[in-house]
């Protein structure tokens, strides 16, 4: 049984015994193509907000490929932070939590399972019936547990959207359900921020949105299909 753990258990969520991965620091999540580096991507970076808003002729609205996030805010302790799941939620500086069941692991059939990649209604999963993306009236941004389509009430699902300009060598993720205006990390009592839709409503873990930090998430291509078996 393939299991990767955080070292930040998240909001008092049950712990339960993994052997770590030791994939972390502060380019956790966007390793994926092998080729990107903290100072291409600030350039790069650069490029993809400008890009953004000043044309959306031949845009890409829909990427062709799963995709790994990077929180760009420059200055702040979340900058060039990956996007990563753990728990059914999202965090910044934190470490992927997947799983992979131990007959699939036999057979050498499971995917590395160390980065977070998803589409924007899906997490890049090979589990059965996968496992699919929301967002809850109060912010929170998730995933279903593998095996189940439960989401909290009031949920949407596919709750990101999509901008690449042409040439651009990033896309900006987004989110505008409930009146959104993009996305938040907010505090947490360990050392991850949890991601939000930028709601002033938002129910964050120290119960002040005021603390939350604004960022553009900075969306790379992912180079396969699928990056876990399933996130847990």
Same mark, same amino acid.
């Given at each position: 049984?393939?299991?990767?753990?955080?070292?930040?258990?998240?909001?008092?969520?049950? &712990?339960?015994?993994?052997?770590?991965?030791?994939?972390?620091?502060?380019? &956790?999540?966007?390793?994926?193509?092998? %080729?990107?580096?903290?100072?291409?991507?600030?350039?790069?970076?650069?490029?993809?907000? =400008?890009? =953004? =808003?000043?044309?959306?002729?031949?845009?890409?609205? %829909?990427?062709?490929?799963?995709?790994?996030?990077?929180?760009?805010?420059?200055?702040?302790?979340?900058?060039?932070?990956?996007?990563?799941?753990?728990?059914?939620?999202?965090?910044?500086?934190?470490?992927?939590?997947?799983?992979?069941?131990?007959?699939?692991?036999?057979?050498?059939?499971?995917?590395?399972?160390?980065?977070?990649?998803?589409?924007?209604?899906?997490?890049?999963?090979?589990?059965?019936?996968? !496992? !699919?993306? $929301?967002?809850?009236?109060?912010?929170?941004?998730? $995933?279903?547990?593998?095996?189940? &389509?439960?989401?909290?009430?009031?949920?949407?699902?596919?709750?990101?959207?999509?901008?690449?300009?042409?040439?651009?060598?990033?896309?900006?993720?987004?989110?505008?359900?409930?009146?959104?205006?993009?996305?938040?990390?907010?505090?947490?009592?360990?050392?991850?921020? !949890?991601?939000?839709?930028?709601?002033?409503?938002?129910?964050?873990?120290?119960?002040?949105? &005021? !603390?939350?930090?604004?960022?553009?998430?900075?969306?790379?291509?992912?180079?396969?299909?699928?990056?876990?078996?399933? $996130?847990?």
């Amino acid at each position: 049984m393939a299991v990767w753990a955080s070292p930040h258990p998240q909001d008092g969520r049950p &712990s339960v015994t993994r052997r770590p991965y030791g994939h972390g620091g502060p380019t &956790s999540g966007f390793a994926g193509n092998g %080729t990107t580096s903290i100072s291409s991507l600030g350039t790069a970076a650069s490029t993809a907000t =400008s890009t =953004s =808003s000043s044309t959306f002729s031949g845009a890409i609205t %829909t990427p062709t490929t799963p995709l790994t996030v990077v929180a760009s805010r420059s200055g702040s302790p979340i900058h060039f932070l990956g996007m990563v799941a753990a728990g059914l939620r999202f965090y910044l500086g934190a470490d992927t939590l997947s799983y992979c069941p131990d007959f699939v692991e036999e057979v050498g059939a499971c995917p590395p399972g160390n980065e977070t990649a998803f589409t924007l209604c899906n997490m890049a999963v090979i589990v059965p019936g996968g !496992q !699919q993306l $929301y967002v809850t009236p109060r912010g929170e941004i998730g $995933y279903t547990q593998a095996h189940s &389509s439960f989401m909290p009430n009031g949920s949407l699902p596919c709750p990101f959207t999509y901008f690449k300009g042409p040439g651009a060598p990033l896309g900006i993720l987004g989110i505008d359900a409930f009146g959104a205006t993009g996305l938040m990390a907010c505090p947490t009592d360990g050392a991850a921020w !949890q991601v939000f839709a930028n709601l002033p409503n938002a129910t964050v873990p120290q119960g002040n949105a &005021s !603390q939350c930090l604004g960022f553009d998430a900075l969306a790379l291509d992912f180079p396969k299909l699928y990056a876990a078996w399933q $996130y847990t």
